[in-house]
C-alpha cells in the first residue's frame, strides 16, 4: 500500500496473489490476526476505507 502526500491510500493489484493461501501462509495469517490490537486497527482501517470511497 502506499501513502500519498493527500492521505489517500491506493493499493496495487496483483493477480499473483490470486491463489490459494499454503499452509505455512495460513499458520501465518492466524499469528498475525492473534496478535494485540489487530482488530482494532483492521476495524479503523475499515472506517477510513469507508469515508475515502464513500461506501
Not at 2 to 27: A, G, H, Q, V
Not at 33 to 55: I, T, W
Request: net charge negative; proline share 4%; hydrophobic share 35%.
Amino acid at each position: 500500500m502506499f501513502e500519498t502526500s493527500d492521505d489517500e491510500f491506493y493499493m496495487l493489484i496483483d493477480d499473483s496473489n490470486n491463489r490459494p493461501l499454503t499452509d505455512e501462509e495460513k499458520e501465518h495469517m492466524k499469528w498475525v490476526e492473534s496478535q494485540p490490537g489487530y482488530k482494532e486497527s483492521m476495524a479503523e482501517a475499515e472506517a477510513k476505507a469507508k469515508r475515502l470511497f464513500g461506501l
